[in-house]
């Protein structure tokens, strides 16, 4: 016995087929399907800006801390200092270590740096 396949029946499949590959090239190509490790890197990069963004005015704010003499003298050492040497300023006075970390963090004096810059221009 053999089974009677249907006139319309060939092109159907093919039309699926073409339609599959439609869909997955634009939704690729349009970034609106992404595979696991892409969205394990996108959401890696998100954790680190919003971790940051909760970081950054802990810097500020650590250095707001002090005499408002000596916020005065700091932020015109920060001044003069290069902007490639700002961070690593803010590393040294110790407003990136955030409390309950030994260490500073390379991300948060920079972006500390810039938060206070924007301080000084007022």
């Known amino acids: 016995m053999s089974a009677i ?3 319309w ?3 159907a499949v093919w039309g699926g087929v073409v339609g599959v590959a439609a869909v997955a090239i634009v939704g690729f190509g349009t970034g609106w399907v ?4 892409s969205a394990d890197e996108m959401a890696r990069k998100q954790g680190e800006k919003a971790a940051l963004a909760a970081l950054t005015p802990i810097c500020v704010a650590q250095f707001k801390g002090q005499t ?4 005065t003298t700091q932020l015109a ?8 040497e700002r961070g690593d300023f803010v590393e040294k006075q110790g407003w990136a270590t955030m409390p309950g970390s030994k260490e500073p963090d390379d991300e948060v004096a920079a972006a500390c740096a810039t938060e206070l810059m924007k301080l000084a221009a007022k």
């Open 34 to 37: 992404v595979t696991s490790g």
């Open 77 to 84: 050492a920060l001044k003069d200092a290069s902007s490639w």
């Open 9 to 11: 029946f060939r092109p």
């Open 5 to 7: 396949v249907p006139n």
């Open 68 to 71: 408002p003499e000596l916020r």
